[in-house]
């Protein structure tokens, strides 16, 4: 079997999706036989800092620099870094120090790899990954999760156009050093292929989702009492709480539909945390609840909580992202209220699976209709739901895409 490294700024202790992925695709592929290591940087989300690995290293490089923990037996080299900065200018320096220490730790502490896959964001670690691999003289892969710097540009989060030419000559060399471009979603992949990419050299894995954790339960919960969830009917959103969700339309809806039975619940974190409840309370929404960070532990009863599961994405955020939890709501039996492009792949996906409703993003009459509806119609949303588990029991199981990363391992170790 083949050495493997997983290049990722985020895994456990760290606790946000990408984290989780990457801990279900290391342990995947551990199962099927292959030696895993890992890369990645210190807990630096939601609050956490080195010291959360303080009690769990077993082995400390370069004065503190690098820790090394294990998870479920796979040995983990942490870059130690700050807490997440703010702003993504902010965070900038962290990218540099993490790649930097990268290689750095290529060249004396990591062994000999087979394989280096590395998972954005940042767009800056595909390069990593590229050199990793030349370094080694082995296979490169990098996943892209989202479309960058596409996502950046269409936000305004960069607006300098020598800064967005520099971008676009990193992306371009990202696909052009990497051995394979794995995309998450066919959408990803034509955008690639467009972009100069041989087809042979691209190959679409989707995310996928634990289906032993993410179970459908009762609705009726001790979260769901604390939180006095449990009469009347609850849409939620949990996840973060940035630029690409549509906020207008949720907002826009629970101003409309104030007299009726309907809750809005919103939880997560993110950098428009603060500014999302400032116009909760500067509208006076009362019937729209807005709750921080929960861990992971307590996602499927926070996701069974709700009659009816939101992912209000924009316009650009439909278009260069696929957000992963369309799987965990599905695999928890939930009905989804999606904002997405009716050509898009989420769109297909719910109308494949025949568990949702989808709307255009950033078009708020269509949302609260939809809303209005979906309340209508409550009594056939636990159907809905069950059609969704279903869907992913069968597609997306985390035995089922781990064999096609291991397939695809294969493919670029064996000769041929």
């Known amino acids: 079997m083949s050495r493997i490294l997983l290049h990722s700024l985020v895994f456990p202790p760290e606790r946000n999706s990408t984290a989780y992925l990457m801990a279900d695709l290391a342990t995947g592929l551990r199962h099927l036989g292959h030696d895993v290591t890992v890369l990645t940087t210190t807990p630096h989300y939601h609050g956490n800092s080195p010291a959360t690995l303080d009690r769990q290293s077993s082995a400390r490089a370069w004065a503190g620099l690098l820790h090394r923990t294990e998870y479920q037996g796979i040995p983990v080299w942490h870059v130690t870094v700050r807490s997440k900065r703010d ?29 280096v896959i590395a998972t954005s964001p940042p767009l800056t670690i595909g390069l990593i990954s590229a050199l990793l691999g030349a ?43 990497n051995t394979m471009i794995v995309v998450i979603a066919e959408q990803f992949a034509r955008v690639v292929r467009e972009r100069g990419v041989a087809p042979d050299r691209v190959r679409v894995i989707p995310d996928f989702v634990d289906t032993d954790f993410f179970l459908p339960l009762p609705r009726d919960s001790a979260f769901a009492r604390e939180h006095q969830l449990a009469p009347g009917f609850v849409v939620m959103y949990a996840g973060n709480i940035g630029l690409v969700q549509d906020w207008e339309s949720v907002l826009a809806a629970a101003a409309a539909l104030k007299d009726q039975p309907i809750t809005h619940v919103i939880v997560g974190d993110g950098t428009r945390h603060e500014w999302l409840g400032q116009e909760i309370a500067r509208r006076g929404l009362v019937n729209v609840k807005l709750m921080g960070y929960q861990p992971r532990e307590l996602m499927p009863a926070i996701n069974a909580s709700c009659d009816l599961a939101l992912i209000p994405m924009t316009r650009s955020g439909a278009r260069d992202g696929f957000p992963s939890k369309v799987y965990s709501l599905m695999a928890c039996g939930k009905p989804i209220l999606a904002s997405t492009g009716a050509d898009s792949e989420m769109a297909a ?27 209508a119609e409550r009594d056939e949303l636990q159907a809905e739901g069950l059609r969704g588990r279903q869907f992913v029991e069968q597609r997306y199981s985390r035995a089922a895409v781990a064999g096609a990363y291991a397939t695809l391992i294969d493919s670029l170790t064996q000769p041929s």
């Open 135 to 177: 370094r080694w003289r082995c296979a490169s892969v990098y996943r892209v999760a989202e479309l960058f710097p596409d996502l950046l540009i269409r936000h305004g989060a960069v607006k300098s156009r020598a800064l967005i030419n520099g971008l676009e000559w990193v992306e371009r060399m990202v696909y052009r050093h």
């Open 349 to 375: 996906m719910i109308g494949d699976a025949r568990c949702g409703r989808v709307v255009t993003p950033e078009e708020p009459a269509e949302y609260i209709a939809a809303v209005r509806r979906a309340f």
């Open 87 to 115: 702003t993504l200018w902010r965070r900038a320096p962290d990218f540099i120090w993490f790649h930097l220490v990268s290689l750095a730790a290529s060249l004396r502490t990591i062994p000999t790899q087979d394989v």
